[in-house]
């Protein structure tokens, strides 16, 4: 397991490029969120230095990566420019950075672009803070820019394949595989093997204790979610471990103050997603801010109430 420090450029007072109503720094909150979650699925370990709207002056964010011993430092940003058909993707290493710093730099810039959308603009070097006092490989990346229209329709079109770009970039620059399927190693994995013994013990799920997330796994979390509407609802759901529409109509709503099975199965997906909570059946302040979280990188209205919308989104 790696340790990889993802750094959402600006935030709090600091908005960044600015267009109209959209800000660099909401942007590049919501596309960190989406790679930090890939990440955990692929078993690494990521800290962010930021996770929320807030301000975070440019050295502590260096010192967080430096303190956690970081294999690899990424800054998540959008460009800028007074000519609005300025456009395009580029990297950013820290001027006569090691070979290999534009090694990652390359890696990541390439599976962008390979993303849809966004030309190469190539690995480019700056004497910028977050790089030069970053102990750990470091790499600066601006996904477009923030001032052409046709760049922001990109990034909100792929950029959930821009996440899953980055992860690829930052996995091949570690020696690291990537799998498509979201690779089933949680960060921690005591507490998915837990998960599935529980599984095992309450809804008979047969899984085999490792740990891993899987389709198998998957499946049966769908049971025993359907299993819950049943009990509780009469749903009258077959219990076959498909997400489908029956099973979508039939999910009632939890919110903060639920404590049942069906929070269990919310919490469960949430941290198989990538999100760091506990899974003891309690929608208190922890989960709501996950969901919210979680809907918001979705799309969906950040309520932090896990509506049917939401599981759907949980089980993709």
């Known amino acids: 397991m790696k ?4 750094d959402a450029g600006h935030g709090g007072y600091d908005y960044g490029a600015v267009n109209g109503t959209r800000y660099e720094k909401d942007d590049n909150l919501r596309l960190a969120r989406l790679v930090a979650a890939d990440l955990r699925r692929q078993g690494q370990k990521v800290v962010m230095t930021r996770d929320s709207d807030i301000f975070i002056p440019l050295l502590e964010r260096s010192i967080i990566s430096n303190n956690n011993n970081a294999d690899m430092f990424v800054s998540l940003h959008r460009n800028a ?3 609005p058909n300025a456009n395009g993707a580029e990297t950013y290493i820290q001027i006569n950075s090691p070979p290999q710093n ?3 730099a390359e890696n990541i810039l390439n599976e962008i672009v390979k993303a849809g959308g966004l030309v190469n603009r190539g690995v480019k070097s700056n004497n910028l803070s977050v790089l030069r006092n970053t102990r750990a490989p470091a790499v600066l990346v601006e996904t477009g820019f923030i001032s052409n229209a046709q760049d922001n329709a990109d990034f909100d079109a792929h950029i959930d394949a ?6 690829r970039g930052i996995l091949q620059s570690l020696g690291l595989p990537y799998n498509p399927n979201g690779g089933g190693y949680p960060a921690n994995r005591e507490l998915a093997a837990k998960i599935q013994r529980g599984l095992n013990q309450t809804y008979n799920a047969g899984l085999s204790v490792d740990g891993i997330y899987g389709a198998k796994t998957k499946r049966a979390l769908v049971r025993a ?3 819950e509407l049943n009990e509780v609802y009469n ?3 077959s219990a076959d471990g498909i997400f489908g529409a029956k099973t979508k109509n039939a999910v009632r709503p939890l919110k903060r103050g639920a404590k049942n099975n069906s929070v269990y199965v919310l919490q469960a997906l949430l941290f198989f997603n990538g999100y760091n909570i506990s899974v003891d059946g309690v929608y208190g302040a922890e989960t709501e801010n996950a969901v919210r979280v979680f809907q918001q990188t979705r799309k969906l209205s950040a309520d932090g109430i896990a509506g049917a919308n939401t599981f759907e989104e949980l089980f993709k």
């Open 3 to 6: 340790t990889i420090v993802l």
């Open 235 to 237: 749903a009258r759901l």
């Open 225 to 227: 979610l359907q299993t």
């Open 81 to 83: 420019f007074i000519n």
């Open 102 to 104: 534009t090694r990652y």
């Open 162 to 167: 821009y996440a899953a770009a980055v992860t």
